[in-house]
């Protein structure tokens, strides 16, 4: 203690004299507690609050807390106060001097301080707190405007810094929870000299606080708000702008590099998608501070939140170099997983997906199950964009097996329960796909959108519609009135194919006022990331009204789809499907070219075109088979390109084939959802 020592030969020493320790331990074993402060006031010129506050620290350092709150309890508060204000008012002229009156201030400061401890330990948490809250509210009433800089290095400062930080934590113990975000606040909004250490401890504590407390608090008061500042609305930006600048502060190097600040920003940040913040932040500290592999990583799962997945496997490349970490198996998954969403990227999938679990075979269960699934998600992936017939069945085949692989690793996984109940459903194996789905929205309580979808549709696939849209009703009642933008979509549907088509049109009524709705409330929900948007009514309308002959309806439709996309080849191949119904057979194969022109591989347009081609006679039936055969190229679970072709083969004399085509329409109608199952993923 400044101005009171306490020496290796165990003296306490003060004023000029000493005390021996071991006399002083002496009379209090022996209960002598008025003869103890006798010496001390004697020995070291101290007057009675003093020596009360030597006896109680001597007490609390030997672990005799109850003890040494008996005589924290005798020393008076107000004495204390008033010394210290006579300090403040001669500071200025004895900034290098502590001795006299300003020495008995601190030690009484920190025995108030010290009882504050003897509560918390004594499980008396609330009285610690209010202890603690006393020594606060008297430092600031005796330094209204901020403790002054000639304080920073005493002891009186160092007692005032471990009470700023204790505070918080105290009420936060307590569960007074209000108090404890009043107390953080006072902390860093008070001029209470804190060096950059505790200021950063300060800040970081608030952060947890805010973030996984539970608790929401009410925004900063504005009063204490600059002109022209930034104010947090909420707890999670509140924790951002304290994080961030821990953040700044690690980078001027004013504060120790604490790994846990990244992980707690990180999270923040994801929470609220700005994953590309955290990715400037990363940007800005210190080379050397965090490892450049373990930089890089962090740097593509943030360029990966944003969809910028090119530049993410370019840094993961980086980290995967021979003379970096190439056995990484955290950076061969995040590899692969990328890769996985991208069909010509599906080959470098495969291949690091294999690295990381031949990595990881002997190492960890939950590794190896991650390994498996994002390989199946690889070869899943590679089979849609494959060629050939045989390689797509192989591929096909090996992502099921991977993907069963895994979930008998990990069967609570309910990302892999829900892919590989979409791989079931794929592969027309629908009464596996129907089990999962039911255990998907088991594990996930029903919350999760896609799978009420993806239940829905099984049993479209299964004609049983009736059943399906009665799923779809109950996944309305269970979800947010903005989110109902697909399952209106998918009712819709369900009551096309159930021949309701007034039904059909009265959903499709309801969904765009739904859509329009939100457009005028400017919601915060993303209308793309929910996959319907105003185009896709329009254009559901155009092709039902299309269906019921009704002409001009079905135009009035499809002018208001090219007011959202003025050309488009789903737009286009709707209305050549309009001419084709009229007998206008010219104009319609014209705008199924044209519907090509604006996307090449556009299946429905290759179909009507092998259609018509079919219809012409045999001169054109290598034109019919070569536009059916890319169509089923693109889609082999496309049942009108298999009937079609069919049609084609019966034409051409080829018999054998035409049955195997007929055969493969008619399994594939019985099996076919209302959309398509990829529509989910």
């Excluded at 081609?613 to 679970?637: H, I, K, Q, Y």
Aim: glycine fraction near 6%; include cysteine.
């Amino acid at each position: 203690m400044s101005g009171v020592v306490e020496r290796e030969e165990r003296q306490i020493c003060a004023n000029g004299g000493c005390v021996q320790t071991d006399a002083i331990e002496a009379k209090l074993n022996a209960g002598n507690i008025d003869d103890a402060e006798s010496d001390l006031r004697q020995g070291l010129s101290l007057n009675s609050e003093e020596a009360r506050a030597l006896i109680g620290r001597l007490e609390y350092q030997r672990g005799n807390v109850e003890a040494a709150l008996r005589v924290f309890e005798g020393i008076d508060i107000e004495a204390a106060i008033h010394n210290l204000q006579s300090i403040s008012m001669t500071k200025k002229s004895h900034t290098h001097s502590e001795s006299g009156p300003q020495q008995g201030a601190n030690l009484v400061l920190e025995a108030i301080y010290l009882k504050t401890k003897s509560l918390q330990k004594l499980n008396r948490i609330n009285d610690a707190a209010e202890e603690c809250k006393k020594v606060l509210d008297a430092v600031e009433k005796i330094f209204p405007h901020g403790i002054p800089d000639a304080f920073v290095e005493t002891k009186l400062q160092e007692t005032i810094s471990r009470a700023v930080e204790l505070l918080p934590q105290l009420w936060v113990e307590a569960g007074s929870y209000e108090e404890a975000v009043s107390s953080y606040r006072r902390a860093l909004l008070t001029q209470w000299n804190l060096d950059n250490d505790s200021c950063a401890r300060i800040q970081n504590n608030f952060a947890v606080f805010l973030l996984y407390s539970g608790v929401q608090v009410g925004p900063p008061a504005t009063s204490k708000q600059i002109d022209g500042t930034y104010a947090p609305k909420n707890n999670l930006e509140e924790a951002i702008l304290l994080l961030m600048i821990l953040m700044r502060k690690f980078s001027l190097g004013k504060a120790k590099w604490d790994p846990a600040v990244v992980e707690h920003l990180t999270f923040a940040l994801s929470l609220c998608s700005q994953t590309c913040v955290l990715a400037n932040q990363l940007e800005e500290v210190i080379p050397g501070v965090i490892h450049r592999v373990d930089l890089w990583k962090m740097l593509a799962l943030c360029c990966n939140g944003i969809n910028q997945n090119k530049t993410a496997l370019d840094l993961l490349k980086k980290a995967l170099h021979k003379h970096e970490k190439p056995d990484d198996i955290t950076s061969l998954l995040l590899a692969a997983r990328i890769c996985s969403e991208d069909g010509f990227l599906a080959a470098q999938g495969i291949e690091y997906a294999r690295r990381a679990l031949d990595n990881c075979k002997n190492r960890n269960k939950h590794l190896k199950g991650v390994s498996l699934r994002v390989l199946g998600l690889c070869l899943g992936k590679q089979a849609i964009v494959s060629s050939s017939d045989y390689e797509r069945s192989r591929l096909q085949s090996e992502a099921l097996k991977s993907l069963e692989e895994a979930f008998e690793l990990e069967p609570e996984n309910s990302e892999l329960v829900f892919e590989l109940a979409i791989q079931y459903a794929m592969h027309r194996n629908l009464n596996n796909a129907l089990r999962l789905s039911k255990q998907y929205i088991d594990v996930t309580g029903g919350s999760m959108l896609r799978g009420w979808r993806l239940l829905a549709l099984i049993l479209s696939a299964q004609q049983r519609f009736q059943e399906a849209e009665v799923v779809t009703d109950a996944a309305l009642d269970e979800t947010a009135k903005w989110d109902q933008g697909p399952l209106l979509r998918l009712k819709a549907k369900l009551r096309i194919a159930q021949s309701r088509h007034l039904d059909a049109i009265e959903t499709y009524r309801h969904l765009l006022a739904l859509i329009q709705a939100q457009k005028k409330s400017q919601t915060t929900h993303q209308i793309e990331d929910d996959r319907v948007n105003e185009y896709e009514v329009w254009q559901g309308l155009a092709n039902l009204y299309s269906s019921l002959a009704r002409w001009k309806d079905a135009e009035i439709c499809l002018g208001k789809a090219r007011e959202s996309i003025e050309c488009s080849s789903e737009t286009l191949h709707t209305e050549g499907t309009i001419y084709q119904r009229r007998g206008e057979i010219d104009e319609a194969l014209a705008t199924y070219v044209n519907s090509l022109l604006v996307e090449a591989n556009y299946v429905p347009s290759k179909i009507s075109i092998g259609a018509i081609m079919s219809d012409r006679g045999l001169p054109m039936l290598p034109v019919a088979r070569t536009m059916l055969s890319d169509a089923l190229r693109l889609e082999p679970t496309n049942r009108m390109a298999w009937l079609h072709l069919g049609f084609v083969h019966k034409l051409d004399g080829r018999l054998s084939d035409a049955i195997d085509s007929f055969q493969a329409a008619s399994m594939l109608e019985e099996s076919d959802p209302i959309e398509s199952f990829n529509s989910i993923l």
